[in-house]
């Protein structure tokens, strides 16, 4: 077996490999067909898709992500076989630094692919406050003034230039702003809802916001506030995601992090 192209003829195959538990998998891979910095790649045997994975590139950092074995053909190696095809197209690349996030199935895979745990994120589902949240002040919506603080805020986070994915979120997003200077902003549509804040008042009041309307949120465990608010509200953390790398390390800010994209971007 080989690893080969995803095209869009592949997408009415992905339920025969859907992971249980997982939202639909075809919107994501009729994205990455459709990206100019995504490639998928499938498995197939005896004419049946079996697996899938695809890199995504910002520049010279990559992420994989949907990395998936049909549960009738794990621990045959065909997890590391994908990992390992995505990595090496990276080779051509001026990608250093390789990211993913992994589930307790994965992890084992990608570290005998050479991936380091970096951090874990952690998930909160059903979330309840006692608090109703509203819109404060500070926060307001997204205006063009604040797209360049936007992209600076979210490369010191992240070290990464992600501005090109955030660009079509921004319009319906939020920031939280003190006499014109940035201090964080939420784009409910991107991903799980994206929070990113440089000021403890600013991320606590946008994961609010976020919980106004949706009762989940993931985040790394360097963000104490965001743990120390959900859990003095009663509610504990379901499951754990370890955030892995392969390559050069990057200065990250975990702590500003208080809702995250999703799997495949951190």
Request: glycine share 8%; hydrophobic share 35%.
């Amino acid at each position: 077996m080989k690893a080969t192209p995803f095209t869009p003829a592949d997408i009415d195959s992905l339920p025969y490999i859907q992971p249980e538990g997982w939202p639909d998998i075809r919107p994501y891979f009729t994205y990455y067909t459709r990206s100019s910095f995504c490639f998928p790649i499938k498995i197939v045997n005896d004419d049946k898709m079996i697996g899938t994975g695809t890199t995504i590139i910002h520049q010279d950092v990559a992420w994989l992500a949907h990395i998936i074995v049909h549960k009738e053909y794990r621990k045959q190696g065909i997890g590391k076989l994908i990992t390992e095809s995505l990595v090496n197209s990276l080779k051509s690349t001026n990608c250093t630094t390789v990211y993913l996030l992994a589930t307790d199935l994965g992890a084992p895979v990608y570290e005998k692919v050479g991936f380091e745990t970096e951090t874990e994120y952690l998930l909160f589902k059903d979330i309840t406050v006692k608090e109703k949240p509203t819109l404060p002040d500070p926060i307001t919506p997204y205006e063009v003034k604040y797209k360049k603080q936007i992209a600076a805020l979210d490369k010191s986070t992240s070290g990464e230039e992600r501005l090109f994915h955030l660009e079509e979120h921004l319009q319906t997003g939020f920031v939280y702003s003190d006499n014109g200077s940035l201090k964080g902003f939420y784009l409910p549509s991107f991903g799980d809802g994206l929070i990113i804040a440089g000021d403890p008042a600013a991320g606590l009041a946008l994961l609010k916001l976020h919980l106004a309307s949706q009762n989940r949120a993931f985040f790394p465990k360097e963000n104490l506030v965001a743990t120390d608010y959900l859990s003095e509200n009663g509610n504990k953390k379901v499951s754990t995601a370890k955030r892995m790398r392969l390559g050069k390390i990057r200065p990250v800010k975990f702590d500003n992090i208080y809702n995250r994209i999703g799997g495949n971007l951190g």
